[in-house]
């Protein structure tokens, strides 16, 4: 009875070792089948943009006072735009090479003001002019990316470049009026005007992308969660065509020569090309 219990004992010790050995090589060969990978999947986000001016342009040319009290006041980091598109990465043991072209519209604003004064000191006129400019891009951007942990939640660095085209640009311009001659201060609001200003940027730009985020999977979908700084490196403006709007040219607002700075956060939800099983079908 004890030698029969002995077998059965010794059977089941050899049935779970080999369990156990091929669940291992199983599980290793999941490991490496995962350790190389393309994802496939979409990307959507929104960015702040901040303006750097290079060239500063007026349209008027004043006589008895200084000229930069001209020069337009931009507003750092207040518009949000958006993005969206499509996340294509290849991946190798922590390293990825992603490219994701989309489609981005960057939105920043910048207010400038002109006064008239007369000998008296309520001969006084002023206007105040707002901006709100949108500009539409499609992204061709190159990542690279390091996994810092390579399981679990998997925080990473990202460094690259990008390469835009601008497909549209509209403005949006907002005036405000003071008169002070008849010792009371008149208000005025102006109807808001909007232009397609497409012909006034360059029809496209580059700059360098640093970032970082954390990506994590559930079932067979993988969640990227990042953050990335771009830095422009060319001037939007087009130069040849800075006087061809005549509205904008008669109350002085040309475009400056400006490069553009931006924050952007996005999140992509990827599917895994290559699967050994169900498990990891992607469609």
């Known amino acids: 009875m004890i030698l029969k219990a002995l ?8 049935f779970l ?4 050995v091929h669940a291992q090589k199983y599980q290793n060969y999941i490991s ?3 350790s190389t990978q393309w994802w496939l ?3 959507i986000g929104t ?3 901040q303006v750097n001016p290079i060239d ?3 349209g008027i040319s004043p006589i008895n006072y200084n000229g930069s009290s001209l020069d337009k006041n931009y507003d750092s980091y207040n518009l949000a735009g958006i993005t969206a598109g499509l996340d294509i990465t290849f991946y190798h043991k922590g390293w990825s090479i992603g490219f994701q072209p989309n489609f981005r519209r960057s939105r920043y604003s910048y207010q400038n003001a002109l006064f008239w004064e007369g000998a008296n000191e309520n001969e ?3 206007t105040d002019f707002r901006q709100e400019q949108k500009v539409d891009f499609f992204d061709i951007p190159l990542l690279i990316k390091y996994d810092l942990l390579k399981r679990g939640v998997r925080p990473f660095l990202s460094v690259g470049a990008y390469y835009s085209f601008i497909t ?3 403005k949006e311009l907002s005036v405000k009026q003071r008169d002070f001659s008849s010792g009371i201060v008149q208000a005025l609001d102006l109807e808001t005007v909007k232009l397609g200003v497409t012909d006034n940027f360059a029809g496209s730009n580059y700059g360098l992308i640093a970032g970082a985020g954390v990506s994590f999977d559930f079932w067979n979908i993988r969640t990227i969660i990042e953050a990335n700084y771009r830095y422009g490196l060319q001037n939007i403006t087009n130069e040849n065509r800075r006087f061809d709007e005549s509205l904008l040219v008669s109350i002085g607002d040309l475009n400056d020569n400006i490069e553009l700075r931006s924050l952007n956060f996005s999140a992509s939800f990827v599917f895994p090309l290559r699967f050994i099983s169900k498990q990891f079908q992607a469609f």
Request: without cysteine.
């Open 17 to 20: 070792s080999s369990n156990a």
């Open 7 to 14: 077998k059965v004992l010794l059977i089941a010790l050899i």
């Open 56 to 58: 500063r342009f007026s």
């Open 41 to 43: 999947g979409f990307r």
């Open 47 to 49: 960015n702040l943009t």
């Open 32 to 34: 490496e089948f995962l």
């Open 124 to 126: 006084r006129f002023e």
């Open 168 to 170: 549209n640009a509209e």
